[in-house]
């Protein structure tokens, strides 16, 4: 048996539906439909009323997300493309994420955004958006690169009394396969060493990981181990874990498919400067994706996102300080 | 409060007037309570700001006891919904201590003025983000509908100006697609802020939106206690006998500014001798008066009685203490082993 990224997503979905009556998934076009992606696909005719199709807009579909939490509910929202989720950043970021500081009553909701490029996504299909919702107090923002994590991170996702935004990668939807689903996984909140290294590591998250595992296996034939770390969570970062890494190796590369001005990259760089300085033999460096919109032709795309190649060469440079 | 005598001896008149005095009962409270807090905000003891509801207590209340949350039903108040709070059954004390900043409050400071709520009670604690509250209640209602709470019903209240923004249109559009209980209460004071309706929509009055969005419109005259009263009781009981979400355009003039820091300079004097500029407040005791409903008598001394529960209520509140920066969680997550707070840098 294999099992995809998307399936995993799908059966995490069908799981939490299985497991709680109190949860429920609202989108554009997941009903009967299953979703632009088939994420949803079955759902709506194995639960009837529970997988219900929204009007085109994201605003009131988190809105009345929240509202129905307050009688008990685990709404869990696909927005189509994780771009569009800028239309509903007011409800997330503003009233989702303020209701428990303000309030104390919790506000379990999971936004689903399918993120990150693919060939001819271009601008507006292709963001990635996690250091957005990830600068705001009160939101924990996931990013898984593994089948396994796609499933059981859903699934913690829904459990969570908090906001969460779960940020699937398009790009792994269908290329990214499993033996089978995991019956148990790290919780979230603690990153995963990809691949055990000890000349440099590099810190990075979701699609991306497999672009640094590449880089790696490349500069293993020059003689070079290189130490992977897979945040899974961005919101918290497991800043232990990362630290412990860069003492084994003193070199740190952050590779993110994000746009480069902040963002995860520049949150890891400052933690490690800030609290393990002693750790580092050379200056931290990062990688992102180029400052400008997304590119469609595939040809631009390819190298507006860092890729193992790009991410070989950061490393080659850092390990020759 | 005490009741008056009401004389009319035929049961239905009766109980209107019973309704409307306990209406009017709720916008005085309402009014003397913002008259007390805007002074306390003059005197520099309330901080942010203080936002007043003059002019709109009668189409307030009216949507507030219109609603019954011993029954479910969920209430979206907006900044100038003091009487609805009250007529919905949120207590004064925890206004008063929401302005003046005691941790007692329901926002234990971390909040303030018109921005409290009581999630279990229904009340929403609103946001500042005009129009994403109506599809917060949408939810609820929603909810409901999935766990089986039949019978319960929503309203919001929001101003002219808030029907510009998408969230507005996002939320009616879902709720008629939803076909929800909703009540949908637009006070058109005839100003945001200081921008006149010209310049915020086109049409000849907003309740046309309602064929737009395939749902019930009424638009009245909010400056009349009586005809906010029997609209939103009509309303609400078509909305919980499943006819859908229910538009009420209110016409009136707010008779303040937009805040206490706003003298209001743009609202003519003329604005006020126009048609839907005048007191709501006057034009119900007139009103209680030229029906027998309650003398002079009655209303003085119902206005002391409720001068006095303002006084202890700000006074309470004052005496409360404000939030310790050294006690604070400083934690916005309910999930504890995920919050980032021990960040070390």
């Known amino acids: ?321 | 409060m005490a009741e008056a005598d009401i004389k009319d001896t035929n049961p239905e008149s009766r109980d209107s007037a019973s309704k409307y005095q306990t209406a009017f009962r709720y916008m005085l409270l309402a009014r003397i309570f913002e008259e007390r807090a805007a002074s306390l905000y003059r005197a520099g003891k309330i901080m942010g700001g203080v936002f007043m509801g003059k002019g709109q207590e009668a189409f307030s209340v009216g949507l507030g006891l219109a609603l019954d949350h011993h029954r479910g039903d969920v209430y979206g108040p907006l900044i100038r919904d003091q009487a609805g709070r009250l007529a919905f059954g949120e207590p004064l004390i925890d206004a008063a201590r929401t302005y003046l900043g005691s941790v007692e409050g329901p926002m234990r400071a971390r909040d303030g003025n018109v921005h409290r709520g009581n999630i279990a009670m229904g009340l929403i604690p609103m946001i500042s983000h005009l129009g994403s509250h109506i599809s917060v209640v949408s939810g609820r209602l929603i909810g409901k509908r999935f766990t089986g709470q039949t019978g319960a019903i929503g309203g919001v209240c929001i101003g002219d100006g808030g029907t510009s923004t998408g969230a507005f249109h996002e939320a009616l559009n879902q709720a008629a697609v939803e076909k929800l209980p909703l009540i949908i209460a637009v006070a058109d004071n005839q100003f945001a802020y200081s921008t006149p309706t010209s310049r915020q929509f086109a049409c000849k009055d907003l309740v046309d939106k309602a064929i737009g969005y395939g749902i019930e419109g009424h638009s009245i005259d909010a400056t009349d206690l009586s005809l906010c009263l029997d609209t939103f009781e009509q309303a609400a009981t078509r909305a919980r006998d499943g006819q859908g979400p229910q538009l009420i355009i209110g016409h009136l003039l707010r008779l303040c500014g937009h805040g206490e820091h706003d003298d209001a300079c743009y609202i003519s004097a003329e604005k006020k001798q126009q048609a839907f500029g005048g007191d709501c407040l006057d034009l119900a005791r007139q009103q209680l008066i030229e029906q027998d409903w309650a003398s002079l008598t009655d209303i003085e001394q119902w206005t002391a009685k409720i001068q006095e529960e303002v006084e202890q209520a700000t006074s309470s509140a004052q005496r409360e203490p404000g939030p310790d920066p050294f006690q604070e969680s400083w934690q916005a997550l309910s999930t504890q082993r995920l919050a980032e707070g021990h960040t070390r840098a």
């Open chain 1, 1 to 321: 048996m294999s099992i995809t990224y998307l399936e995993a997503i799908q059966a995490a979905q069908d799981r939490a539906l299985a497991q709680n009556e109190s949860v429920y998934i609202y989108g554009q076009d997941v009903g009967s439909f299953g979703g632009a992606f088939k994420a949803t696909k079955n759902l709506a005719a194995k639960y009837p009323g529970r997988v219900i199709d929204a009007p085109i807009s994201e605003d009131a579909m988190v809105g009345s997300a929240i509202g129905a939490t307050a009688e008990g509910m685990r709404p869990v929202l696909e927005m189509q493309f994780a771009d569009f989720s800028t239309v509903a950043i007011n409800q997330i970021c503003n009233q989702a994420a303020t209701q428990f500081w303000r309030t104390g009553v919790p506000c379990p909701i999971t936004v689903r955004l399918p993120s990150g490029g693919t060939e001819g996504g271009g601008p507006f299909h292709s963001q990635s958006m996690e250091a957005i919702y990830a600068q705001y107090p009160g939101l924990i923002v996931l990013t898984p690169a593994t089948v396994e994590d796609a499933y059981s991170m859903l699934l913690e996702a829904i459990a969570i009394d908090d906001p969460v935004v779960f940020c699937e990668h398009k790009y792994l939807y269908y290329h990214l396969k499993a033996d089978q689903l995991p019956s148990k996984n790290l919780p979230v909140g603690k990153a995963r060493i990809a691949r055990a290294g000890k000349h440099a590591t590099v810190v990075t998250y979701s699609a991306m990981v497999h672009e640094a595992l590449r880089a790696a296996e490349a500069l293993e034939e020059e003689g070079w181990q290189i130490e992977i770390v897979d945040l899974r969570s961005v919101k918290p970062i497991d800043t232990d874990t990362v630290l412990a890494s860069v003492a084994r190796t003193g070199r740190l590369l952050c590779v993110s498919e994000a746009f480069p001005w902040g963002g995860v990259n520049a949150e890891v760089i400052a933690r490690v400067t800030a609290e393990g300085f002693h750790l580092l033999d050379a200056p931290p460096k990062r990688l992102n994706a180029k400052d400008t919109p997304i590119p469609f032709h595939p040809d631009l795309w390819k190298t507006h996102r860092p890729a193992s190649q790009s991410i070989a060469a950061s490393l080659r440079e850092l390990l020759r300080y």
